[in-house]
């Protein structure tokens, strides 16, 4: 993806659990949540490594935001089928 394309993600982090994001550079920001340096977001830091799952396009910060907030709103099993009905794992 274009480095300045917004995007909303969700990794499965390494005890299983989900967390969901936005971000520009998506590679730089999973890169990010697995580094030792801090730059990830606290929850991940004690579940790396984590793994991209589900990556949807945004068209600016802020429909990503209003995304990822909606998303963050979704019970476990509709995170779930929502990135299986994606077709990634």
């Known amino acids: 993806m274009a480095g ?7 990794v ?3 005890d299983g659990s989900l967390y969901t994001g936005i971000a520009r550079d998506l590679e ?5 949540h697995n580094a030792d ?16 799952v589900y990556q ?3 068209a600016d910060r802020s429909a990503a935001s209003k ?5 963050k709103q979704l019970s476990r099993a509709e995170k779930l089928a929502l990135i299986l009905a ?3 794992a």
């Open 56 to 58: 949807e396009p945004a």
């Open 86 to 88: 994606s077709g990634a």
């Open 67 to 71: 995304r990822e907030y909606q998303i």
């Open 37 to 52: 340096k801090g730059a990830g977001a606290s929850y991940t830091r004690s579940r790396r490594p984590v793994r991209l």
């Open 4 to 10: 300045d394309a917004w995007q909303v993600y969700i």
């Open 12 to 14: 499965r982090c390494a």
């Open 28 to 32: 730089r920001r999973i890169a990010e």
